[in-house]
């Protein structure tokens, strides 16, 4: 599924910000993170919604995508104190 590699291209961003956080190799800002994670989060969002079909297999498959990439969307209004402390911000 396309919108998945999207998801996680998305969740990848986030992860390898904060393990070159955590390394001491770069200090990114929390906006940044978020924005590069959101460019393929959204793409992956509006792409599931656009596959959703009437039978109830597919809509708990495409269920999994929208979440996925509206997780990636959501993260820094949900996490975004602890994003920050992590970033060391």
């Not at 961003?13 to 906006?31: D, T």
């Not at 495409?62 to 949900?78: E, R």
């Amino acid at each position: 599924m396309r919108s998945m590699t999207l998801a996680t291209l998305g969740w990848g961003v986030v992860w390898g910000a904060l393990g070159l956080s955590k390394l001491g190799a770069i200090e990114p800002s929390l906006r940044l993170v978020c924005t590069l994670a959101a460019m393929p989060a959204m793409l992956g969002l509006a792409y599931a919604l656009a596959t959703l079909r009437a039978r109830r297999a597919w809509v708990f498959m495409a269920s999994i995508a929208v979440f996925a990439n509206g997780s990636v969307l959501a993260l820094p209004w949900i996490f975004g104190e602890e994003l920050s402390a992590a970033f060391g911000h």
